[in-house]
């Protein structure tokens, strides 16, 4: 669903919610929100609930709830994907990930198979096209001189329409491919791992450690 807004007095306000010290939203205490808190825009909150009235967002929105009732700091992000998906009711899973996840994604379809899901699953070189499609010469190759095939996060999305998945996951794909699969994928998506190599795929450490070992790398 696109929704469009004609409220021509939000124009030139900026979200600002990073830098609210109160989060207001959170408590229910409206009256004291700041002036540009999108809670005073009436007619975002009437878009923003009228959205959720499609019965797919409406499920998704619902069993969201639940699960952060019956998960939260309880269960690991690989479990509550599996409730998740079973409380939506999704038989067939997608799963788009990176070649270097290989050995992550063989063990988590065995455990979705476990849990009763079939699972469809495309690695992110499939395709083998080369890196020369994208007009990248030698020297944006990891490996100058040698074959060396792009990442196809479009055609992830492709093979996995063509399976008419119910629900995608994400495991390690690279910033941007992650961008191109959730663009084009008709299904809904989460995302279990993104990659991180240098943080051992836990890029938060970058932002815990940004006032000490991180920060000459963080604001040059």
Do not use: W
């Not at 969201?64 to 409730?83: H, N, P, W």
């Not at 490996?143 to 998945?165: D, H, S, V, Y």
């Amino acid at each position: 669903m696109i929704i469009s807004f004609s409220n021509k007095s939000y124009k030139g306000k900026m979200n600002t919610c990073a830098l609210c010290a109160e989060k207001y939203c959170d408590s229910g205490e409206l009256d004291k929100i700041p002036a540009n808190c999108p809670c005073k825009d009436e007619e975002y909150v009437a878009k923003a609930k009228d959205a959720y009235k499609e019965p797919v967002d409406f499920k998704l929105a619902r069993c969201s709830a639940m699960l952060e009732k019956e998960g939260y700091c309880q269960k690991t992000r690989v479990e509550e994907t599996i409730d998740f998906a079973k409380m939506c009711g999704f038989k067939t899973l997608g799963l788009a990930f990176c070649v270097g996840f290989s050995r992550e994604a063989a063990i988590l379809i065995k455990i979705l198979k476990h849990h009763g899901f079939s699972v469809e699953s495309t690695v992110c070189k499939n395709g083998s096209i080369p890196k020369e499609f994208l007009d990248l010469t030698e020297e944006y190759k990891l490996t100058p001189g040698a074959f060396e095939p792009m990442c196809n996060p479009i055609g992830q999305a492709i093979l996995l329409n063509r399976a008419k998945t119910d629900f995608n996951i994400v495991l390690g794909l690279c910033i941007g491919h992650d961008s191109l699969f959730i663009k084009h994928a008709e299904a809904p998506v989460t995302v279990l791992a993104v990659k991180d190599r240098v943080l051992a795929h836990n890029p938060m450490a970058a932002l815990y450690l940004s006032e000490g070992y991180y920060k000459e790398k963080l604001y040059k």
